[in-house]
């Protein structure tokens, strides 16, 4: 059947959509649906999602460092600081995704961000009350049978536009739900499956 684990060199079996890049089955094995509950960390996958709209995840995780080096380390104090000198100099910059629209809206983000923090305390402690503090374990044995939202991420994403975050539609938020293990959808019988 289509989109089943495949097995690799090494003996393990994983899902399918990493592929064999080196690149790629590091960020399944180590990073993917791996349960982060760190805020900083949280806000960098969140805008890193946002970019991803329209493009392969691959293209972000490559650009991954460059986005970590235009955007200061995704310290959300200093990219809500930005106006429009920092928004041009990122348009330049080839180690990023140039797209006025989402550069913009990590700005708008981090601001979005801070005032989460300042008003409703932790970052994540709100994004993990969307899945009631623990994972959501699905047991998908075919990529096809994953969904590409849930009613928690449409929850989250409206949560998220009502405090004025952009580019946080059920979509990305599902994928970002999953890469950070706030949904575990490797299939069952994956090595890196964690619950």
């Known amino acids: 059947m289509a989109g089943t684990l495949i097995r690799h060199a090494d003996g393990r079996d994983r899902c399918?959509?990493?592929g064999t890049a080196p690149d790629y089955v590091a960020y399944h094995d180590e990073e993917w649906g791996v349960p982060e509950h760190d805020s900083r960390a949280l806000f960098e996958k969140l805008i890193l999602d946002g970019f991803q709209a329209g493009l392969a995840w691959i293209t972000i995780l490559r650009k991954r460092d460059g986005f970590r080096a235009r955007f200061e380390g995704f310290v959300p104090e200093r990219l809500a600081a930005w106006g429009e000198a920092e928004v041009a100099a990122?348009?330049?910059d080839a180690g990023i995704v140039r797209h006025r629209g989402k550069i913009e809206a990590t700005v708008g983000n981090a601001?979005?961000?801070l005032a989460i923090e300042r008003n409703e305390g932790d970052f994540a402690r709100f994004l993990w009350s969307f899945v009631g503090g623990a994972p959501v374990v699905n047991r998908w044995t075919a990529l096809g049978e994953a969904p590409t939202s849930?009613?928690?991420a449409e929850a989250l994403s409206k949560a998220l536009r009502q405090k004025g975050f952009r580019f946080v539609g059920p979509t990305i938020v599902y994928a970002f739900m999953q890469a950070v293990g706030m949904v575990?959808?490797?299939l069952a019988g994956c090595h890196?499956?964690?619950h």
């Open 16 to 18: 399918p959509w990493c």
């Open 192 to 194: 890196a499956k964690r």
């Open 184 to 186: 575990d959808d490797h």
């Open 90 to 92: 990122a348009l330049q």
């Open 111 to 113: 601001r979005a961000y």
């Open 150 to 152: 849930s009613p928690q």
